[in-house]
Structure formats: C-alpha cells, structure tokens
C-alpha cells in the first residue's frame, strides 16, 4: 500500500514531557512536511525537507524540531511541550518536480497537553 | 494576517446546483493553487491544482478559475450532490520560493437533497 503513515494516532501526555512522532511515506516522493492544525482547523506549516533537506523553517518554538533519517522518513521531536502544542499534527508528502503543490497528508496525530 | 482566506465560512446549495467557493490571497509571487476536500476527522485530499501560467482548468465537475490581478481563485462544483458535503480548503504557495503551501481557514459546503 502507497501512502503516508504516521504513529501514534493519539498521545495524551504532561506538561514538560518530550514526544515525538513519526511519518513514513512509501509514494517515492522527495518533499515531506509537518503542519499544525489548531482548534479553529487552521493548518500551518511548520518544516519541510526535500531530499533530506530542510528547506522550510517556520517560526515555530525551539522546542520542535524535526529530523529525516531518509528521504522517506520524517519525524518531529518536541522537547518540553507545553499546553498550547496540544493539536493535530499532520505529515504529508509531495513530489517536488512534478506538482510540489499536490500533497498527500497522512492521517494525522492528535496531541493532548494536560 | 492570513496571507490566504476564505471569507465564507459556510456555503448551503441545493442538490444539483452550483457550488461556488472562493479564496483570496495575498502575495503576487504565489504561482500554485489549489483546493483539498476534507471530511470530518479525515485529512485533506487533493481535489484539483492550477498554476498561474492558465486562468481556468476543469476536471469533470470541477472548474478552477484563477483572476490574478484580482489575487482571487474560486472552485465550481456543477451538479453539486450530497455526498460533496465536506470542508473545502483552498491553498496557495510559490515553487520558486519554497516548498509551503498556505492554507485557507476553510468553507464547509453542505448540499442538501
């Protein structure tokens, strides 16, 4: 199955703890990125890689950082969240040559920040 | 502010009818837009992209109509059925520039039968 893969689906955790989730996308796409979606469902982006590159950096908290092993791979570490962090963390993937703007989002993590 | 809005944040139609929804963005250096569907606790799905160099494409019922002086795209849906009932987001980026697409806030269509 091609697709973009992301675990856990939920994380319910306390404040100043560290998490981290992963995202795998098997389309053999060179782009991947992590979006924010808030409680009013606006989606932000947060990083994108190319080729293992980081390319786009938001002005998102030090606290968030994310890391690609592969052009397949990309996962987001946050170090000490904090309440507001507590969303819908979306991955997705893109084929950069061909339709950078055709992207293919994986079913998203929902974190809880007690 | 947003550089990327949909100012309705909610549109009703009729089965059957035309669905018109619309985005507005900021920056002229944008050259791709596009529209996602998304349904409740789904993710996005790409529905149809243009690029700047055409002012409309259609795909089946779907038409795009890109105004680039207006910095306005719109997204058709003809023969609007129940089952379009979703949110609709329009995005909008600059391949040149950097990989990100900007996303609107979202217009939730419901058609009613």
């Known amino acids: 199955e091609t697709a973009v893969f992301q675990t856990p689906n939920y994380h319910v955790t306390q404040v100043g703890n560290e998490v981290s989730f992963n995202c795998k996308q098997t389309?053999?796409?060179?782009?991947m990125y992590w979006y924010k979606q808030d409680s009013k469902k606006l989606l932000k982006i947060m990083f994108s890689y190319n080729n293992k590159q980081l390319i786009v950096n938001e002005t998102v908290p030090r606290r968030f950082s994310p890391q690609s092993s592969d052009k397949a791979h990309l996962n987001l570490r946050i170090k000490s969240v904090e309440p507001e962090d507590s969303a819908v963390y979306l991955c997705a993937s893109s084929d950069w040559g061909a339709n950078y703007a055709e992207q293919f989002f994986g079913p998203g993590t929902r974190l809880t920040v007690l | 502010g947003q550089q990327v809005k949909q100012s309705s944040p909610s549109l009703t139609v009729q089965e059957g009818g035309i669905s018109i929804l619309n985005c507005d963005y900021e920056?002229?250096?944008?050259?791709?837009f596009a529209w996602y569907k998304k349904y409740p606790d789904n993710s996005p799905t790409l529905l149809i992209s243009?690029?700047?160099?055409?002012d409309k494409r259609e795909d089946g019922r779907l038409t795009v109509f890109l105004n680039k002086s207006g910095k306005h795209f719109s997204l058709h849906i003809t023969a609007s059925q129940p089952e379009d009932t979703a949110v609709y987001l329009c995005?909008?980026?600059?391949?040149?520039?950097?990989?990100?697409?900007?996303f609107g806030e979202g217009t939730k269509l419901t058609v009613s039968s």
């Open positions: 920056n002229d250096m944008f050259d791709y």
């Open positions: 389309l053999g796409h060179d782009t």
């Open positions: 995005a909008a980026g600059n391949q040149g520039g950097s990989a990100k697409l900007i």
């Open positions: 243009v690029r700047s160099n055409v």
